[in-house]
């Protein structure tokens, strides 16, 4: 990271012991085997049961200007494009900014209401990563997800700081954080408990 750029975050909600979601995904269950219906309300009832409580880290994840997800985490349509799909949040997607999806299949941007644009990268994470940190100028990037994504940067060295809502929930199996990323050394720059999680920011040391 130069000077002229702003820090790298990588955010995400995990359960206790270190899923992001279940097995068996589907578009109707995007978290698969999440210990609920699948939708993972369970994992992320932290925001959307309890979000007076946790009103900064809400705020906090909306200051970024520019974010990066997988595919995966942008919707369930595989290969190419082949039928209309917009992302998981509707017409007006909560993030207000440019979005980077990693793809292996080229499309065009999507501008939704509100001021998300999605842009579609198919060379690769350090790609990805250049156009969005040219978006945001010496505002923050954040790596939103899935873990398969953010795993990739932090193997890569690429993360300067990584915020977790750790949800008392366990999955027991799925998608997880820090699968096969090398060991990392992290500085715990603050912590909060919550009623339905506790959030942990780490400075990831080089």
């Given at each position: 990271m130069t000077a002229d750029t702003g820090r790298v975050i990588?955010?995400?909600t995990v359960s206790a012991d270190g899923y992001t979601a279940g097995h068996h995904q589907t578009e109707e269950r995007p978290f698969g085997d999440d210990g609920g219906d699948g939708s993972g309300a369970v994992l992320h009832a932290w925001m959307f049961e309890t979000p007076d409580?946790?009103?900064?880290e809400?705020?906090?994840?909306?200051e970024a200007r520019a974010y990066i997800m997988g595919r995966n985490m942008f919707g369930p349509?595989?290969?190419?494009?082949d039928r209309p799909w917009d992302g998981w949040w509707g017409d007006e997607p909560p993030f207000r900014s440019p979005v980077f999806v990693l793809t292996?299949?080229?499309?065009?941007?999507q501008p939704m209401a509100g001021g998300t644009t999605f842009h579609f990268v198919t060379d690769g994470i350090t790609a990805a990563l250049a156009r969005a940190r040219a978006s945001a100028g010496d505002g923050e990037v954040a790596v939103v997800g899935g873990a398969t994504t953010l795993n990739q940067y932090l193997a890569a060295g690429l993360i300067d700081e990584l915020r977790l809502a750790i949800s008392p929930v366990t999955l027991g199996s799925g998608t997880r954080l820090f699968e096969g990323v090398p060991p990392l050394k992290l500085e715990q720059l603050s912590s909060r408990a919550a009623s339905l999680v506790t959030h942990v920011t780490y400075r990831v040391l080089r």
């Open positions: 990588g955010t995400i409580e946790n009103r900064a809400i705020e906090r994840f909306g349509v595989r290969g190419g494009w292996h299949h080229a499309r065009e941007p």
